[in-house]
């Protein structure tokens, strides 16, 4: 069904109760973010599978969530990263195990689909489901059963299906990585996020929301405040990296410039720019800190601001630091946590630890 179907629909009722629900989850006053929320509350109530597209760090896990929340449906909200997980741990995580299905599984386990039981399954890049798998799936959502691995009995499923994609999967279709039949299947609905950059007005409300959220999670932070030239600055940048970036360039600020007037030349230079702040007209009187290689702040430069600034909560700092990396890092590698953590120098699950530790869930399944 197209989105003009849609709109006919959102356009013959009036917004649900649900519409509350969705606005807690998706921030934005935009006309397409307005639009993408009538959409979620019209297609929300119904079974039918939805397709959620847009740019990576554009928000379609968020309208995932959206989507499950405003359906009243009473099972959990259970997500797959397909893209996150190697191929051959795919099957056993959607399906489940039987204990001695294969090597090393010493006990039964219950598969994603399973646990979403009454609920949704929000399969996150599933263009880059194994062929194989997409098959499996195909099955799975023509006769409403699963079988575990190991296992020859069929077991009832019921859940609801959103799945998300950064890839053109007609494109994926031609070039025979994606089933078309799948594609049918799963393809309902489409919802399509915008990209940041076309709802530039909405960067104050998101900006707000996230500084209330950081407060929330960590009381103690001192909070930088962005003036009018500061958020013209932002409105004025493209955001390839969507939201997500904008979500990098606070934690920035939190860390580069606690408490403080942010400025348009901040944004330029030091957020988006990733340059140490000059703080000499803010009274500070602090040397310009060295360029590292690689352009990252040279932790010498911060060490003086530290001296010049009194007491700093270490743990806290260091704690902001390794999350603006780890962020950082999944960005450039668009979500695939081995490479982010190469690219880190760490071990894949030094990285997934520090990730669950500070409740960075992009490329781990939920
Ligand atoms: N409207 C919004 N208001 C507040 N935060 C948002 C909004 N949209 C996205 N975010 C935040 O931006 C980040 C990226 O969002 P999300 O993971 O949903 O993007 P995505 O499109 O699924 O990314 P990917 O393509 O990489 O899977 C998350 O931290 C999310 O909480």
Same mark, same amino acid.
């Given at each position: 069904?197209?989105?003009?179907?849609?709109?006919?629909?959102?356009?013959?009722?009036?917004?649900?109760?649900?519409?509350?629900?969705?606005?807690?989850?998706?921030?934005?006053?935009?006309?397409?973010?307005?639009?993408?929320?009538?959409?979620?509350?019209?297609?929300?109530?119904?079974?039918?599978?939805?397709?959620?597209?847009?740019?990576?760090?554009?928000?379609?896990?968020?309208?995932?969530?959206?989507?499950?929340?405003?359906?009243?449906?009473?099972?959990?909200?259970?997500?797959?990263?397909?893209?996150?997980?190697?191929?051959?741990?795919?099957?056993?995580?959607?399906?489940?195990?039987?204990?001695?299905?294969?090597?090393?599984?010493?006990?039964?386990?219950?598969?994603?689909?399973?646990?979403?039981?009454?609920?949704?399954?929000?399969?996150?890049?599933?263009?880059?489901?194994?062929?194989?798998?997409?098959?499996?799936?195909?099955?799975?959502?023509?006769?409403?059963?699963?079988?575990?691995?190991?296992?020859?009995?069929?077991?009832?499923?019921?859940?609801?299906?959103?799945?998300?994609?950064?890839?053109?999967?007609?494109?994926?279709?031609?070039?025979?990585?994606?089933? +078309?039949?799948?594609?049918?299947?799963? #393809? *309902?609905?489409?919802?399509?996020?915008?990209?940041?950059?076309? /709802? %530039?007005?909405? @960067?104050?409300?998101?900006?707000?929301?996230?500084?209330?959220?950081?407060?929330?999670?960590?009381?103690?932070?001192?909070?930088?405040?962005?003036?009018?030239?500061?958020?013209?600055?932002?409105?004025?940048?493209?955001?390839?990296?969507?939201?997500?970036?904008?979500?990098?360039?606070?934690?920035?600020?939190?860390?580069?410039?606690?408490?403080?007037?942010?400025?348009?030349?901040?944004?330029?230079?030091?957020?988006?720019?990733?340059?140490?702040?000059?703080?000499?007209?803010?009274?500070?009187?602090?040397?310009?800190?060295?360029?590292?290689?690689?352009?990252?702040?040279?932790?010498?430069?911060?060490?003086?601001?530290?001296?010049?600034?009194?007491?700093?909560?270490?743990?806290?700092?260091?704690?902001?630091?390794?999350?603006?990396?780890?962020?950082? +890092?999944?960005?450039?590698?668009?979500? #695939? *946590?081995?490479?982010?953590?190469?690219?880190?120098?760490?071990? /894949? %699950?030094?990285? @997934?630890?520090?990730?669950?530790?500070?409740?960075?869930?992009?490329?781990?399944?939920?």
């Amino acid at each position: 069904m197209t989105s003009e179907w849609i709109n006919r629909q959102v356009a013959a009722r009036a917004l649900p109760v649900s519409a509350d629900a969705i606005d807690r989850i998706i921030t934005g006053e935009s006309a397409p973010i307005r639009q993408l929320k009538r959409m979620i509350a019209a297609v929300a109530v119904s079974d039918a599978s939805v397709v959620v597209t847009g740019p990576t760090g554009s928000g379609k896990e968020l309208v995932a969530e959206a989507l499950h929340r405003a359906s009243g449906r009473s099972g959990p909200l259970v997500a797959v990263n397909c893209a996150a997980i190697p191929a051959e741990l795919l099957e056993s995580e959607l399906f489940g195990h039987e204990k001695g299905a294969f090597t090393g599984a010493d006990r039964a386990r219950t598969g994603r689909i399973e646990q979403a039981a009454g609920g949704t399954l929000f399969l996150d890049e599933i263009g880059d489901m194994p062929l194989a798998l997409q098959a499996k799936l195909l099955r799975v959502l023509e006769s409403r059963r699963i079988q575990r691995l190991g296992s020859n009995s069929d077991i009832p499923v019921n859940f609801r299906l959103v799945t998300a994609t950064h890839r053109d999967l007609s494109q994926s279709i031609e070039q025979g990585q994606f089933r +078309a039949d799948l594609f049918y299947r799963i #393809n *309902v609905f489409t919802l399509t996020v915008p990209s940041l950059a076309e /709802r %530039t007005c909405d @960067i104050p409300l998101i900006l707000a929301r996230m500084i209330s959220d950081q407060m929330c999670q960590n009381p103690a932070a001192d909070s930088p405040h962005f003036d009018v030239s500061a958020i013209r600055a932002l409105c004025a940048y493209p955001w390839p990296g969507n939201v997500r970036e904008l979500k990098n360039v606070l934690h920035r600020a939190f860390v580069m410039l606690p408490g403080r007037m942010v400025t348009a030349r901040h944004v330029r230079d030091n957020l988006l720019g990733m340059a140490m702040p000059d703080l000499s007209d803010q009274g500070c009187d602090l040397p310009e800190p060295a360029p590292l290689s690689g352009d990252m702040p040279d932790p010498a430069g911060i060490q003086t601001a530290f001296g010049k600034l009194g007491d700093i909560d270490m743990r806290g700092y260091i704690r902001d630091i390794e999350v603006a990396m780890i962020e950082a +890092a999944l960005d450039k590698r668009v979500g #695939n *946590v081995a490479q982010a953590a190469d690219m880190l120098r760490l071990r /894949r %699950t030094t990285l @997934i630890e520090k990730m669950k530790k500070y409740g960075i869930r992009r490329g781990l399944d939920a």
